[in-house]
């Protein structure tokens, strides 16, 4: 049996399903195969934070609008929670604390009988993800983690599916630009937000802008880097204006998770 084929059998068992959902091709993958199984008692469910880009929640709404999938929109407000801001090396446990304690209360209340899942794929069990026990706290199932379907098998399912999200980039919330211990606010999460929208507008797809203090630190694929040099005045100019007075290229380029290095010496 395909991977495919067992991940809709892995939904007839449920009688129907809240999924995590961020506009990501794991969990678009998760919540549409769930709408193939469940029809309308598949649900998806996603928190409009400061944290997440106002661009990926546009795409995850169109994506629910175009498959009819009925989406709940909430908003958790763990910029009001002190463990979360502080930023520290698991910033992203209290974060997923508030969207899962919030998913149970949805639960309880409209869909008593459903299970929460999350996108969670194969590959993830083996990264510093402290969401996971999040996760594992609050009873989240992962259909992809649980039927050992990995990150490559996910986007060619997902591409096989025709889905939109297939070969998205990912998109980890703009915290993750943050090093640990400098706080998280507002402020600085839309200076990252828009300095990355200025990188979209060059023609740079799958960046990052690492915040530090006054200065923002580029990262684009190491292919791009002669591009981005080519561009670099302009990008420099628009970057300053958001209120960095300092912007560089990170000439070792794009590597997800790179703030993670500090975790291990």
Not at 53 to 73: E, G, M, R, S, W
Not at 186 to 198: D, P, T
Not at 250 to 261: C, I, M
Request: hydrophobic letters at 35%; one cysteine or more; aromatic letters at 8%.
């Amino acid at each position: 049996m395909s991977k495919l084929a067992l991940l809709k059998q892995w939904f007839k068992d449920h009688k129907g399903t809240v999924t995590a959902f961020s506009g990501g091709v794991d969990s678009s993958l998760v919540l549409y195969v769930s709408k193939l199984v469940l029809g309308d008692a598949a649900i998806g469910l996603i928190s409009n934070s400061e944290s997440l880009k106002a661009k990926d929640f546009k795409i995850a709404t169109d994506f629910c609008k175009a498959h009819d999938i009925n989406l709940h929109v909430i908003k958790t407000d763990e910029l009001s929670d002190p463990n979360y801001t502080a930023n520290p090396a698991n910033r992203c446990f209290f974060c997923k604390t508030h969207l899962y304690e919030a998913m149970v209360d949805i639960i309880k209340e409209e869909y008593p009988d459903y299970t929460i899942l999350n996108g969670t794929n194969l590959d993830d069990l083996g990264d510093y993800r402290p969401g996971l026990d999040a996760a594992k706290n609050h009873q989240i199932r992962s259909p992809l983690a649980e039927l050992e379907i990995n990150k490559e098998e996910v986007i060619a399912m997902a591409d096989a599916l025709g889905l939109e999200t297939a070969f998205k980039p990912p998109s980890p919330c703009l915290s993750s630009r943050i090093p640990y211990g400098t706080a998280v606010n507002n402020e600085r999460l839309k200076q990252i937000e828009h300095a990355e929208y200025v990188l979209n507008r060059y023609g740079f797809t799958n960046v990052r802008v690492r915040y530090k203090g006054e200065e923002a630190s580029i990262e684009v694929p190491i292919t791009e880097l002669d591009a981005l040099q080519s561009k670099f005045n302009d990008i420099n100019n628009e970057i300053k204006a958001l209120g960095f007075s300092k912007v560089t290229i990170d000439e070792e380029g794009f590597v997800s998770g790179k703030l993670n290095r500090v975790l291990n010496g």
